[in-house]
């Protein structure tokens, strides 16, 4: 199963992996468009628009580029909530055949109609192993497709999809699931593309055209005037946009170190960050609050540091509750976030619509992990190695921390810092001990992800036979009262079981100068309304 393997914990882990490192910096940007007294809106980000490439787009920047460049069928906007882009409605009479209509009005940039066989053009290439797309495996629901999204070898279509005319088409899943579920993985990862331009190019040279490096038609909002993929995007406005074209003359992304943001915040160079795109160092919190020419809010708690605790090394329930006991989660979150941050102690933080509110975090308590640990009979003498990702100074003393808090309890811990490549190699073959790494899980569709961290073939090798039916049971249910009950139940079975406890959830701050009207900086939906922004 592709759940279960190195590739979807790489892309599971990328995009948290990505925010938490991005205050380490790149190189001094580009001076590009100074946009105190001009008609353009400049966004810092903090790291580059490495691979716009929609069908595998590599990191946040790229991906908002590319939504830009390419619709979704649908998005998510700041509340969670799904609304429509390129497609008008996605609807089910049974939950397991979905009804997309498009946008009748739908146009290419060449002035040609969007149809449906541009999207089932699109979803064969995701499909296609050749492609190799990163997202493949958000349409393993689909009838015909594989459970890593890809297309059985010797078959050319997918069974799944029906053409039903030029703007309507249905999808069937391989299961019954949620209109919810639909729409967070095929809604939101299928960014058309336009067949006629590409079909004549050869599957395996895709990736690597020109059209994927620049794309020349396109569907979105705006279009790249200029790009230096280290240093910034230039965009200006689609004039075509069928759903209004921006009265902005640009939208630039600028690529900044994160110790840049908030001058040029300041002096109005940027106006405007990605809460978990163009991370603010949490130093800088204080000053860029402070300015009286910006709108600041936090964005949500996206980036999670979990303690992955190997049982073939900590076998027993009782010392996992000891350490997670141990863990000064509060203190973390006051001495390193500056209040940046939330107390977490399972996979669903606060905007997650399954929390479970019954459930608390386990709070800071040294008596009772020393009381777990006499009770398990832990040998005092063991020392554990705990794996931790360079490159991000906060996770290091968070976990410099802990380790002082394990060694009060009466566990012995001794850090190891390593790199990306080497702790996911570390984790996924079991030859760790314990493990602190961030993810970030899906709020609206949790189960990939947790089926990953609790199901058969988990990197933890946590087994529960009531977990496993739970997990197969959330894979067919389609009531969403019995849904969030299952997942109840499922928190109240990790807190007991604590096969991998959380310990904070960062929460970034957003800001926006107040020149710019109908903007608001969010990790959700930012740009949905981005052809409705003005500057004042």
């Known amino acids: 199963m592709f759940k279960n393997s190195k590739n979807f914990m790489l892309a599971l882990l990328t995009m948290a992996v990505l925010v938490v490192l991005a205050a380490c910096g790149n190189d001094e940007p580009s001076s590009k468009g100074k946009s105190s007294d001009k008609n353009v809106v400049n966004i810092g980000v903090t790291y580059p628009a490495s691979n716009i490439n929609p069908l595998q787009p590599s990191g946040l920047v790229s991906t908002y580029v590319s939504n830009l460049l390419f619709l979704p069928l649908v998005d998510l906007d700041s509340k969670l909530n799904y609304q429509p882009m390129l497609a008008d409605s996605i609807t089910t009479q049974d939950n397991q055949t979905f009804t997309i209509n498009l946008n009748k009005e739908a146009k290419w940039t060449d002035g040609t109609d969007i149809t449906t066989d541009d999207v089932i053009y699109t979803l064969q290439l995701m499909a296609n192993p050749v492609v190799a797309s990163n997202y493949a495996y958000m349409f393993a629901i689909v009838e015909g497709l594989d459970d890593s999204g890809y297309l059985p070898q010797g078959s050319s279509s997918i069974s799944g999809v029906i053409k039903v005319d030029g703007d309507t088409i249905q999808i069937k899943t391989k299961k019954p699931t949620t209109l919810s579920i639909f729409q967070d993985t095929v809604g939101r990862y299928l960014l058309t593309l336009p067949k006629a331009q590409l079909e004549k190019i050869a599957v395996e040279e895709l990736n690597a055209s020109d059209f994927m490096q620049n794309p020349t038609v396109t569907s979105g909002p705006f279009i790249i005037s200029k790009m230096d993929r280290s240093h910034y995007v230039e965009m200006v406005p689609n004039k075509n946009y069928f759903k209004g074209a921006s009265s902005l003359d640009q939208l630039n992304f600028k690529v900044l170190q994160g110790n840049q943001i908030a001058a040029q915040l300041k002096s109005g160079e940027i106006d405007m960050n ?263």
């Open 274 to 536: 990605i809460p978990s795109a163009g991370v603010i160092p949490v130093s800088d919190y204080a000053n860029v609050q402070g300015l009286n020419t910006l709108t600041t809010a936090y964005g949500e708690p996206l980036a999670t540091q979990y303690m992955y605790i190997n049982e073939n090394v900590v076998a027993d329930a009782k010392q996992r509750q000891a350490i997670s006991y141990a863990m000064n989660r509060q203190l973390i979150i006051d001495n390193l976030l500056k209040g940046a941050g939330e107390v977490t102690d399972g996979f669903f933080p606060s905007n997650s619509p399954y929390l479970n509110e019954e459930v608390k975090p386990v709070e800071y308590d040294l008596e009772k992990a020393k009381q777990l640990l006499a009770e398990s009979g832990w040998d005092s003498s063991k020392k554990l190695k705990l794996a931790v990702l360079s490159g991000d100074a906060t996770l290091e003393q968070a976990a410099n921390i802990i380790v002082e808090n394990l060694r009060e309890a009466g566990i012995t811990a001794e850090i190891q810092m390593m790199d990306f490549g080497t702790i996911i190699d570390e984790i996924v073959s079991q030859k760790y001990d314990l493990a602190i790494l961030t993810v970030s899980i899906t709020p609206i569709n949790p189960l990939p992800d947790i089926s990953y961290f609790l199901g058969e073939g988990n990197p933890n090798a946590y087994h529960n036979a009531r977990v496993n039916e739970i997990l197969a049971a959330l894979a067919t249910e389609v009531d969403e009262v019995k849904i969030k009950a299952l997942y109840g139940e499922l928190q109240e079975i990790t807190k007991q079981e604590v096969p991998m406890p959380s310990i904070y959830a960062t929460t970034a701050l957003g800001a926006v100068n107040k020149r710019v009207k109908g903007a608001t900086p969010s990790d959700f939906g930012m740009f949905i309304n981005v052809h409705e922004w003005t500057v004042k």
